[in-house]
């Protein structure tokens, strides 16, 4: 059969780009840059106005790259809200091209969302109106159009949001932007000889993987640290690459939060593992290191993505305390039945979901507003084995219940709005939706969501 044939030819020459692709290691040249907050635009109102435009950034030394972003030339600033925030954003298209501003995290209505549907012509904009009614947490924002999704997060339309609440401010983390809660935006670039991003060139169907690693838009990052606990929001921002972080010592750190908000209590780890878009807050405790400390964050495969330069200064003596969040996985939630199935197939531009390549005229869910269900997805392995699949979904945080019917690890067990999915794996999700709209779900390997690798779910 002649679909099975093209599979096999486009499989023949496929290979794992994590493998064949090796990251540099930071020189640790640049001090690393830290997102500006973004200030309301006036003092009563909690309204913001966030621009997608095109610009030049001196990423090397003397030269200018052609690159995109919001209110600035690359990446975006941090939007800072707070739990009851009733907020407005003012989001302006300046690009040459349709974009729309996706909130990647955010439970809001399925109008504010930001997916392919809305579109924003060049020179249109549009205001959204939405109440913050989530924990705190570390979520995203970034593009969404229909097919060119990945390209325009590749040329650095990508931005954070941070979500406090009184729980958060109560806890005695540390909190203090830029100096000990520092944001980690990993993306994986590749230049070409005119150090131009240059996407077409780069492209790859498997999801564009670069030997060039920048944190928050910074070429060789270091970072200065006091010697204290520092809390690292890491954010896999990057196309299809998927990292494991550790530190070149092999010294353990705290994991925190998750995608959604804060995990039960703090769990040790050695390292952790991101797939695109995925989230986690970790805390490194740098009391018990000194200058004369060759320490950094690694990749597994050795590569340094972020070397530590300690300062000699003590910093804040902040006490991560044992309990942190109270998330529950209840009984019913977990004695529900399965009543959506999603099934996730396929490689290069021969990906589905459920043998359906996305169509924005197909709903393909429909959920009540407000009541659980539980969704099993499935990674169907093809003859070359599959490969692993970071699935996400819109406008809700959900619950890990099992993965190949075992509770998911420590770490896993807070709110998430993506997953990593193994081939051959079989993950299970409690999920609700606060608010009405159709919402996307998706693969997250930016190129695999281009490739159709969508659905839609219509929330009524
Ligand atoms: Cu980061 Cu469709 O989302
Ligand atoms: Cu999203
Ligand atoms: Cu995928």
Known sequence: NQHMEEMHDMMEGH?????VVPLNDSTGENELKIPAMLEPDNEEGIVYTVKAQKGQTEIFNGIETNTYGYNGSFLGPMLHFEK????????????????????????????????????????????????????????????????????????GLAGLIYIEDDNSKSLGLPNDYGKNDIPLIFQDRIFDDKHELNYNAAMNDDGTVGETLLINGTLNPKLTVNQE????????????????????????????????????APVTLNEVTLTPSERAEIIIDFSQFNAENDLALINEDGYVLLPFEISDQNGVNSEIPGELNDFTLTEEEKNLPVTKKVELFGMMDMVEINGKKFDPERIDFTQQQGVTEVWEIYNKPDMMGGMIHPFHVHGAQFKIISRDGEAPPQNERGWKDSFSIKPDETVKIAIQFK????????????EHEDNGMMGQVKVE
Not at 232 to 251: E, Q
């Open 15 to 19: 290979m794992s780009h994590d493998e």
């Open 435 to 446: 608010h009405k709209g159709v919402y996307m779900f998706h693969c997250h390997i930016l």
């Open 84 to 155: 009851g925030d009733k907020v407005k954003i003012r989001t302006i298209n300046e690009l040459d091209e349709e974009t729309t501003f996706h909130w990647h995290g955010l439970e809001v209505s399925g109008e504010a969302d930001g997916g392919p549907h809305d579109a924003l012509q060049p020179g249109e904009e549009k205001v959204i109106e939405f109440e913050v009614t989530q924990e705190a947490s570390t979520l995203w924002f970034h593009p969404h159009p229909h097919g060119k999704t990945a390209e325009q997060v590749y040329n």
């Open 229 to 264: 606990k520092v809390r690292l929001r890491l954010l896999n921002g990057s196309n299809a690459r998927n990292y494991t972080f550790k530190l070149n010592t092999g010294d353990s750190f705290v994991q925190i939060a998750t995608d959604g908000g804060f995990l039960n």
